[in-house]
Structure formats: C-alpha cells, structure tokens
C-alpha cells in the first residue's frame, strides 16, 4: 500500500509546508501498517535508522513535528527490524522534539510527545518510567480526541504488562465514551484488543466459559476495526489474541487455524518481531497439547528474536515458555537455567512482575529445587507479585506458599537464603577442570589409604606426575598422602 513519488510531489508547497505534509502522511501509513511507504514519503528529510532527520532552514516547530515523526517511525522500525538500540535513538529524537516544542510554547504538543515517550519506555519494559511519563502527558491532554485516547491506552497497556488488570479495567471503562466517538479505526482496534487482554487477567475460574467468550468477542471486534483500517499486522495480532483464548478453551485445532493465518500474515510483511510474538502462542498450545519437544524448539528460536530486537519482556516470556517445555522433558537443569535467566532479563528493566512470574514457573516446574533455592525464589515472588491483581497468579502463589511449608518442615538442615541462588554463576573452565581434578585426586587417595603410588595407578598416571599436581596446584591435599618413607643409605 505504497504511495508513489507521484502523489508525493510537493514542489508547489514551501520547505514548511512540505515537511508538515510528509510527516502527516508518514504517520497515517504507520497507522496502516504500511512501514515501507511511510519510509518513503518521509525519505527526503530522514535516511532511516540512527540517522538525524534534515531539517536546515525549517521553522522550530515544523523541526519538532519532523523529530516527533521520525521518533516514532524509528520506535516503530526498530521493533519490526529488531534493532536493539532503536528506542534509545527514539527517545534521543522525541526528547530534542520537546525541546522545540517548548521553544515555541506549544504544551499541547509537548504532552503529545511526551505519549510517545511513554511508549518508548514501555517497548523496552520499563513500566514505571512509561507510568510516569503517561499520567504526566494525560494531566496536560485534557481535551477529549485521539492524542488523549492514545495516552490513554498506553497507561492501560502499561497496567496491564504490570500485572494490575483492575486498574487497567478502570481507565478503559470509565473512559468509553471517548473510544466511541472516535473514527480512527486502528486507535479503536487497540482499545477493543486492550480491553480484551485485560478482561482476560481478570478471568475467575467460576466464570471462565462465559468471560473467555466475552473476550473473543472484543478480540474479533478489534480484527474488524483493523480491517476497516487495513492495518494487516494489526490483523495478524488480533487473530493471535483470539488463537490463544481458543487455547484457554482446549479448542487446540480451531487455536492452531487462527494462528497459522496470524503467522502467515506476519510473515508476509517481514515482521519478525510479530511473528515471534505469535510463535510464543503457539508455543502455548503445544505446551498445552504435550508437544514439548517442538515447544522447547520454537521458544528458543522466538527468544533470539526478541533478544535481538531488544524487547526484554517478551525475552523473559519465551525463557519462561522453554523453561517448562524443557521441565517437562525431563530436562531440569537446564530449565532452571532458562527460569533464572529469564528472571535475570526482567529484573534488568525493573519488570519485576515477569520476574516473579518466572520465579513461581520455576516453583511450580521444579521439583528438585533445593530448600534454598525454593524459599529464595517463593520470598521473591510474593515480593514482586505483592501488587497483583490477577487472581490466577494469586491462587499460583498461594499453592507455592503450600509446598515451601511443607518442604520446610521435612528439611533437617538449615535452609541458607541467598537471593545469588536465582542467579545463573558464570562458569570458568579453568576453575571447573581444577575442581574436578582435585576431586579426583582426594578420592583416589582415600581409595588407597594415603599411599601415593596406588592412588596414581588408580588414576593411570605415574608416581612422579601425581607427585607434581600435587606439589604445584592442590598442596592442601597434601597431608592426606601418607609419610613419605626415605630408603637408608647403604653402607659399604
């Protein structure tokens, strides 16, 4: 859905005009999902990504518009093209935005800005920051129209990726009739499709059949809203949503049909991002279906994505995902290995609520976690999760709290509580090879009774040569071997 040079001739407009008229279109396109036409309207101010755009000779607050624009494509871009260092340069450029726009004393602007700002911050997981910045903006954007809107459901996002559903709810209901009045079909298709994802947090298992149709409903609302804004990856993430509520229904093979039409979607336009995103679903069902094998496979694969691309929560997410395909392969230390890192990747943004969330995965995965490791990891959950408002987390927690009891009361030995514990050691080869070799050494010389020559025939090495290890990197062993026994001199 490219616009052509054509339609984009502006050698009638002045340099003023022409900027202002690029990046209006450049947006509107964004709104589409036509990245590439975007790219090329704006292409004769800004070259494209961790470039500044050119704006020389142009009007303090047209430079703002261009940098405004140019910030979001560049947030935009670099999520789909997972170019980890795109929301720093995007909030370089809408932070320099703002500069202009308070040159010129346009504060409406400057909180316009600020919305995007916001989402910068959230993109990369830091949900406090993002809060801040979007009450902020919110207090300034008092006028009802779609900048508010958009603050709007980005603090809503924000609950909702923090595990506070209930106050997500209350701003998209108490805010209704301004998503209603709206006619920008893409805003309207984010506020169906966030509206279901909250409802979704909040199911209550008495009541699961008839919330989870509640939500598919909004799901498909959103489908419909993107399609009458010919959003296609908007599309492909609404029918994703609406796969991954089949799945809380066992419908697994009506589940996989939305899904596969989701992928090929987001296939088609290249985004990588989306499609890891909707590989993470279907990893979900797999899971749930006890496809484990190929769970584990397609987790690993959606984690390098994200990790490319910079989005640490959604890393976190498919570490969490991998960690108990792997768990239930069998495969427990490294699931483990997969749990902590994951906890690692949240704690490094601050989501704290992903980190307590793979902490309780591990809990619930693990049955051969050590007291230790198990009290560190229930005490830091709760802690991370004490603000949730997701009653299934709260009941996960609760039947966590029930086996640290019992696994307290059966453990003799006392239980050490270090938070390194969640932690994955790097290892050092060197240090590792030494460990074992002295290992090794002790228990031959305890085999033999301290006598060096049986222990280094048990060893198959010479007399000499274990006499040298001994002597030049494990002389604590030393007292273990028996005294060395001189032979007389013989007498002439």
Same mark, same amino acid.
């Given at each position: 859905?490219?616009?052509?040079?054509?339609?984009?001739?502006?050698?009638?407009?002045?340099?003023?005009?022409?900027?202002?008229?690029?990046?209006?279109?450049?947006?509107?396109?964004?709104?589409?999902?036509?990245?590439?036409?975007?790219?090329?309207?704006?292409?004769? *101010? $800004?070259?494209? =990504?961790?470039?500044?755009?050119?704006?020389?000779? =142009?009007?303090?607050?047209?430079?703002?518009?261009?940098?405004?624009?140019?910030?979001?494509?560049?947030? $935009?871009?670099?999520?789909?093209?997972?170019?980890?260092?795109?929301?720093?340069?995007?909030?370089?450029?809408?932070?320099? %935005?703002?500069?202009?726009?308070?040159?010129?004393?346009?504060?409406?602007?400057?909180? +316009?800005?600020?919305?995007?700002?916001?989402?910068?911050? $959230?993109? !990369?997981?830091?949900?406090?920051?993002?809060?801040?910045?979007?009450?902020?903006?919110?207090?300034?954007?008092?006028?009802?129209?779609?900048?508010? %809107?958009?603050?709007?459901?980005?603090?809503?996002?924000?609950?909702?990726?923090?595990?506070?559903?209930?106050?997500?709810?209350?701003?998209?209901?108490?805010?209704?009739?301004?998503?209603?009045?709206?006619?920008?079909?893409?805003?309207?298709?984010?506020?169906?499709?966030?509206?279901?994802?909250?409802? !979704?947090?909040?199911?209550?298992?008495?009541?699961?059949?008839?919330? *989870? #149709?509640?939500?598919?409903?909004?799901?498909?609302?959103?489908?419909? +809203?993107?399609?009458?804004?010919r959003n296609t990856i908007f599309r492909a993430l609404a029918k994703n949503n609406i796969g991954n509520v089949l799945r809380l229904l066992g419908r697994?093979?009506?589940?996989?049909?939305?899904?596969?039409?989701?992928?090929?979607?987001?296939?088609?336009?290249?985004?990588?991002?989306?499609?890891?995103?909707?590989?993470?679903?279907?990893?979900?069902?797999?899971?749930?279906?006890?496809?484990?094998?190929?769970?584990?496979?397609?987790?690993?694969?959606?984690?390098?994505?994200? +990790?490319?691309?910079?989005?640490?929560?959604? *890393?976190?997410?498919?570490?969490?995902?991998?960690?108990?395909?792997?768990?239930?392969?069998?495969?427990?230390?490294?699931?483990?290995?997969?749990?902590?890192?994951?906890?690692?990747?949240?704690?490094?943004?601050?989501?704290?609520?992903?980190?307590?969330?793979? %902490?309780?995965?591990?809990?619930?995965?693990?049955?051969?976690?050590?007291?230790? &490791?198990?009290?560190?990891?229930?005490?830091?959950?709760? +802690? $991370?999760?004490? #603000?949730?408002?997701?009653?299934?987390?709260?009941?996960?927690?609760? &039947? @966590? @709290? #029930?086996?640290?009891?019992?696994?307290?009361?059966? !453990?003799?030995?006392?239980?050490?509580?270090?938070?390194?514990?969640?932690?994955?050691?790097?290892?050092?080869?060197?240090?590792?090879?030494?460990?074992?070799?002295?290992?090794?050494?002790?228990?031959?010389?305890?085999?033999?009774?301290?006598?060096?020559?049986?222990?280094?025939?048990?060893?198959?090495?010479?007399?000499?040569?274990?006499?040298?290890?001994?002597? &030049?990197?494990?002389?604590?062993?030393?007292?273990?071997?028996?005294?060395?026994?001189?032979?007389?001199?013989?007498?002439?």
């Amino acid at each position: 859905m490219q616009i052509t040079s054509r339609k984009n001739d502006t050698a009638h407009l002045t340099p003023n005009e022409a900027a202002l008229y690029r990046c209006q279109k450049a947006l509107e396109l964004r709104d589409k999902g036509d990245f590439v036409g975007a790219q090329e309207v704006i292409h004769p *101010l $800004w070259k494209g =990504l961790g470039q500044r755009p050119d704006t020389a000779g =142009l009007h303090p607050s047209v430079v703002a518009e261009v940098l405004l624009c140019v910030g979001i494509l560049t947030g $935009w871009l670099g999520s789909r093209n997972q170019v980890k260092e795109a929301d720093g340069w995007a909030r370089d450029l809408i932070t320099e %935005a703002i500069t202009f726009y308070e040159s010129v004393g346009d504060l409406r602007k400057v909180a +316009e800005a600020r919305v995007e700002l916001a989402y910068c911050y $959230w993109r !990369e997981g830091s949900f406090n920051e993002a809060r801040i910045w979007f009450t902020e903006a919110l207090q300034k954007l008092t006028t009802e129209g779609k900048t508010r %809107a958009n603050g709007l459901l980005g603090l809503a996002v924000v609950e909702w990726s923090a595990s506070r559903p209930a106050e997500a709810l209350k701003i998209l209901t108490s805010n209704a009739p301004l998503f209603n009045k709206l006619s920008h079909h893409t805003m309207k298709g984010f506020y169906h499709n966030t509206l279901a994802q909250v409802l !979704e947090a909040l199911l209550k298992p008495e009541k699961k059949i008839e919330q *989870l #149709n509640r939500v598919a409903s909004e799901y498909q609302q959103a489908d419909r +809203e993107f399609q009458l804004a010919r959003n296609t990856i908007f599309r492909a993430l609404a029918k994703n949503n609406i796969g991954n509520v089949l799945r809380l229904l066992g419908r697994y093979k009506e589940a996989n049909q939305y899904l596969e039409q989701a992928r090929r979607l987001a296939v088609i336009l290249k985004d990588k991002v989306r499609t890891a995103q909707i590989d993470q679903t279907r990893v979900e069902v797999m899971i749930a279906q006890g496809k484990f094998k190929e769970a584990e496979r397609v987790a690993k694969l959606a984690g390098r994505t994200f +990790e490319k691309a910079g989005r640490q929560c959604l *890393l976190a997410e498919a570490l969490i995902n991998r960690g108990i395909a792997l768990a239930r392969l069998g495969k427990a230390q490294p699931a483990q290995y997969n749990f902590q890192r994951a906890i690692e990747t949240a704690q490094r943004v601050s989501a704290l609520n992903q980190a307590g969330i793979a %902490a309780l995965t591990m809990i619930e995965e693990l049955d051969n976690l050590s007291a230790g &490791t198990l009290r560190v990891a229930y005490k830091r959950a709760s +802690e $991370w999760l004490a #603000n949730t408002q997701n009653p299934d987390l709260l009941r996960r927690i609760n &039947t @966590a @709290a #029930n086996r640290v009891v019992s696994v307290s009361q059966v !453990e003799s030995e006392p239980i050490t509580e270090d938070d390194q514990l969640l932690l994955n050691k790097p290892l050092d080869f060197e240090q590792e090879k030494l460990k074992t070799e002295k290992a090794m050494i002790q228990r031959a010389l305890a085999q033999s009774n301290g006598s060096l020559t049986r222990a280094a025939s048990l060893l198959s090495m010479t007399y000499q040569k274990l006499a040298y290890i001994m002597e &030049t990197r494990h002389k604590d062993l030393l007292p273990e071997r028996s005294p060395i026994r001189r032979r007389a001199k013989k007498t002439q």
